[in-house]
């Protein structure tokens, strides 16, 4: 299976400021990997595709990036509506496997 | 629009099996994977298996020996169920629509969750 190590675990950062949370594949995943906005009590959504692609309808200041095993969510510009948690996932290989999430507060 | 809904029993008994429907609206499911991924609460999410659009099915080696994943696609329906539940089985249950049916992908749609709590 391939393990997806995330990081940090939690961050606390101040309206409008930038952050970057990061994903690591125990092997090369050719870009296939997802990130998604879990706020509490709701499901997943997706923001993130293809490594890179913006979900229609995301805010412009989410970005993806990386390729072969590390990757990176960047969010520009933090708004209080994106406190949440925040997964990747990889789909080059099953079982899909996801990153054990970034719990993303306001500080 | 597209949409997805999980339905079942709140509470299920240790040893018990759980039975979960999925209800789709706004796409075939010949057209189109639906995947099970749970959560238990506070942590991460495991992906369970999947419902090929051909009606084939894959799942989790860790829970192979004791799920089963079926449909109706009269009713737009996908069922879930698992043998065996033990407490660890505790979690919010969710289907996910995969977004292209070519090759494996992300999920562009989910249900809103069904929590299960296994306890006597």
């Known amino acids: 299976d391939i393990r997806m190590t995330q990081s940090p675990a939690s961050l606390s950062a101040s309206l409008g400021e930038t952050v970057n949370i990061e994903c690591l594949a125990s092997?090369?995943?050719?870009?296939?990997l997802a990130w998604y906005q879990q706020k509490p009590g709701k499901s997943p959504q997706l923001l993130i595709y293809n490594a890179n692609s913006l979900q229609n309808g995301v805010p412009s200041r989410f970005s993806g990036s990386g390729s072969g095993t590390q990757y990176s969510l960047k969010i520009n510009s933090l708004q209080s509506e994106d406190v949440a948690t925040y997964f990747c996932?990889?789909?080059?290989?099953?079982?899909?496997?996801f990153g054990s999430g970034t719990k993303l507060e306001i500080k | 629009q597209v949409q997805l809904k999980e339905s079942g029993p709140g509470l299920v008994q240790p040893s018990q099996t759980l039975s979960l429907t999925c209800t789709v609206s706004g796409f075939s499911l010949t057209s189109y994977h639906v995947h099970w991924v749970r959560q238990p609460p506070g942590k991460g999410l495991e992906w369970m298996g999947v419902m090929w659009s051909d009606g084939d099915t894959s799942y989790n080696s860790a829970l192979k020996s004791r799920l089963s994943i079926s449909r109706d696609t009269s009713k737009s329906q996908v069922f879930l169920k698992m043998s065996s539940l033990q407490t660890e089985d505790t979690a919010t249950y969710y289907c996910?629509?995969?977004?292209?049916?070519?090759?494996?992908?992300?999920?562009?749609?989910w249900g809103q969750g069904v929590m299960v709590t296994v306890s006597s």
């Open positions: 996910a629509r995969e977004a292209e049916i070519v090759m494996p992908t992300y999920f562009d749609y």
């Open positions: 996932q990889q789909y080059n290989n099953y079982p899909l496997t």
């Open positions: 092997e090369d995943i050719y870009s296939d």
